[in-house]
């Protein structure tokens, strides 16, 4: 099977007998071992459990499709490392988290625990104590992060689903940079039981895919409340694969003006305005105070990483990555006055945003302000600015998430060759329109993945 | 901020958190710290009504 078949095109093919789930498997695994020393994706395979559960796997709407979850999710018997150092020194999870049991039950197989930036704190891919993450669309660029391997690993046709978390951006990111499909739920949508916190009102968890198809069949088969999540909404399911190709008609979408355009580079801006000319959009909103969302969301995610992390902090900072530990050592001296008042203005800002969606259905934005940097760099050039690469990568993604808006990232080419995302973002629990308008791009060819040669 | 009024601020705020800074770090959480206070002020300097409720709630 072509290593790039989508997740629903390998389930077809095991439910219908074209394949086996220990064929498919075996061939992931045979991928995994050739190109993870290229990618470093994988940060552990559990090939003998792959090839237990795939021996027994026939059925199912993901049947025999190999899977892999970012190393902050809980796999039974493995550390949960959250990218770090410190955490190798805890004791191995004792169950899988609850959305590693549930693609299980819809017949999908974990094949293994994917790279990360540390403790999530990262846009890049890199990690000091594994290595980075490569772009699978050159290999000396980044990841993106900080669910680096995720987009690694689906990008470079490892595996055809992938989970990670977006604090900030960190599902969107990765997208962007290695050219997917990538969901971030609304905030309490999906459950984050077992996985390592980062910034618990901001932390979600989603899936990457290359098809927009495989996006919604791998959410639908993991939503459900769960109340081991203390922030998982109460809801029911609300399934969403059923109406993908609904189409757009009366859907109003708009493109998002003034603090999402500054600062773009022209490829950035040329695809999210590819976007919206597939989708017929002319219409432009403003995101009011868009700066200081992403500002307040950065002093949230700076003060409660810090409090998270004070105590090894204290007592184990050599063993951080010092990219990580400096930022969040930072984040400790930051006036609680400040942390406060971001959550205050996070609920005049969230007005402000149901509001705006009462007149609209859709709102297209950059994901990222540049394609993939290079592994390594530093500083870029923002608005005319040099400024630090690592805290600035987030600039349109944050401002999003900090309010748990659903959003789908979807890949566009660009001239250089490498990929770019733009996010469609939709009202709270609005995910089955951002789906429909990402399978439309999709269909249109407007939004597609690229196949690199590995 | 200048560095000398940063330095001080790293310098009382690791103490009184019992953080041992070295000072090969120092630069890099300089630059954190300004680009942090930065933002800080971009929040406070937010006009909200003294009634508005912050974000998270707590429901007993």
């Known amino acids: ?454 | 901020m200048e560095d000398p009024a940063l330095d001080a601020w790293i310098d009382a705020g690791t103490a009184a958190l019992g953080i041992v800074v070295k000072p090969e770090w120092r630069q890099a959480i300089r630059m954190h710290l300004a680009i942090s206070l930065g933002h800080a002020e971009t929040v406070l300097t937010a006009e909200l009504p003294d009634h508005l409720d912050p974000a998270p709630v707590f429901r007993a």
């Open chain 1, 1 to 454: 099977m072509n290593p790039f078949a989508t997740a629903t095109e390998i389930a077809a093919a095991v439910r219908e007998g074209r394949t086996t789930s220990s064929a498919v498997i075996d061939a992931c695994l045979a991928r995994i071992e050739r190109l993870n020393p290229v990618l470093n994706a994988f940060t552990a395979v559990t090939a003998e459990r792959a090839r237990a559960r795939a021996a027994g796997t026939k059925t199912g709407p993901l049947a025999g499709v190999p899977f892999a979850v970012k190393n902050l999710i809980d796999i039974a018997g493995l550390p949960t490392l959250a990218g770090s150092r410190i955490n190798r020194d805890h004791p191995p999870a004792a169950a899988d988290a609850p959305l590693v049991t549930r693609l299980e039950a819809a017949g999908a197989i974990l094949v293994g625990a994917l790279n990360m930036g540390e403790y999530a704190y990262d846009f890049t891919g890199e990690n000091g104590h594994e290595g980075a993450s490569r772009n699978p669309h050159d290999l000396a660029r980044m990841s993106g992060g900080s669910s680096g391997g995720s987009g690694s690993a689906v990008g470079g046709g490892l595996v055809p689903l992938a989970l990670g978390s977006d604090t900030n951006g960190s599902i969107r990111v990765p997208s962007s940079f290695c050219g997917l499909f990538g969901l971030k739920p609304t905030y309490g949508r999906l459950t984050r039981a077992g996985s390592f916190p980062f910034v618990s009102s901001l932390d979600h968890l989603g899936p990457f895919a290359s098809s927009v198809t495989d996006l919604a069949v791998s959410y639908d088969a993991m939503q459900g409340y769960d109340p081991a999540d203390a922030g998982c909404a109460d809801r029911p399911v609300e399934t969403v694969s059923g109406g993908l190709e609904s189409g757009i008609g009366g859907l109003r979408i708009a493109s998002a003006g003034g603090y999402f355009r500054a600062g773009a580079s022209p490829e950035a801006l040329a695809a999210v305005d590819a976007i919206a000319s597939a989708l017929g959009v002319t219409n432009t909103v403003t995101i009011p105070q868009a700066q200081r969302a992403r500002s307040a969301a950065y002093i949230i995610t700076t003060t409660e990483g810090a409090a998270l992390h004070l105590d090894r902090l204290r007592t184990r900072p050599d063993d951080f990555d010092p990219d990580v530990r400096d930022r969040l050592i930072a984040g400790a001296l930051v006036p609680a006055a400040a942390a406060v008042q971001a959550q205050k203005f996070r609920r005049w800002f969230r007005d402000q945003m149901l509001h705006l969606f009462d007149s609209v259905d859709a709102i297209l934005a950059p994901a990222t302000p540049c394609v993939a940097p290079l592994i390594g760099q530093k500083t870029f050039v923002l608005d005319g600015k040099e400024l630090p690469l690592r805290p600035n990568i987030g600039i349109y993604t944050q401002p999003i998430s900090f309010i748990g808006l659903p959003v789908v990232a979807v890949p566009v080419p660009t001239a250089s060759g490498l990929p770019i995302g733009v996010q469609i973002i939709t009202a709270p629990w609005r995910e089955d329109l951002a789906l429909r308008i990402a399978r439309l791009l999709e269909v249109r060819g407007a939004a597609r993945t690229l196949q690199p040669e590995l």
